[in-house]
């Protein structure tokens, strides 16, 4: 059960359906609610209503590092409002993960997000080649099913204590 709030936003474009089923898992693994906002919606307004209900898993549909026609971005206003963030990452074909996904990583530390997790979504899992990447991964979890999900579960919640 979670205490507070997460968002939940991809490293560039995932897929729709492979976001969503992740988030699901995540909501039903830690036994809150799962809502969605889309990047067109502000950030100001959703933010300021977020901690007022029971926490909740939140997807973040769309880009996230865009910036809207108003100057809004939603990763400035997560840093802004501090809300805990995970971030969704999917290994290319070959099992390597893309450019975008530490580039999405450096804009959320630069815009002090608080990241509370970097997972891998489906694809084989080599922790031995997470390693090599130098980025901060918290864990797997299948594109489909619970695979990994315990594990990664057990992770998040220790990061969301410290």
């Not at 969503?20 to 699901?24: E, Y």
């Given at each position: 059960m979670l205490d507070q709030?997460?968002?939940v936003i991809g490293a560039g474009p995932l897929?729709?359906?492979l976001m969503?089923?992740?988030?699901?898992t995540l909501a039903?693994?830690?036994g809150v609610t799962l809502s969605t906002v889309a990047v067109g919606q502000s950030p100001q307004s959703f933010l300021a209503d977020l901690h007022r209900d029971c926490p909740r898993l939140v997807r973040l549909a769309g880009d996230s590092g865009r910036v809207a026609f108003d100057g809004s971005c939603w990763i400035d206003a997560l840093g802004a409002w501090r809300v805990p963030t995970v971030l969704l990452a999917t290994p290319l074909a070959d099992g390597a993960i893309p450019g975008v996904v530490?580039?999405?990583l450096a804009l959320c530390h630069s815009r002090r997000v608080p990241l509370i997790g970097l997972i891998q979504i489906g694809g084989s899992w080599s922790l031995t080649e997470r390693r090599r990447d130098?980025?901060?991964w918290s864990g797997w979890m299948a594109a489909q099913g619970d695979e990994g999900l315990d594990a990664l579960v057990t992770v998040l919640q220790c990061q969301l204590r410290s």
């Open positions: 709030s997460i968002v897929p729709e359906l969503r089923r992740a988030c699901r039903e693994a830690f530490p580039a999405y130098g980025l901060p």
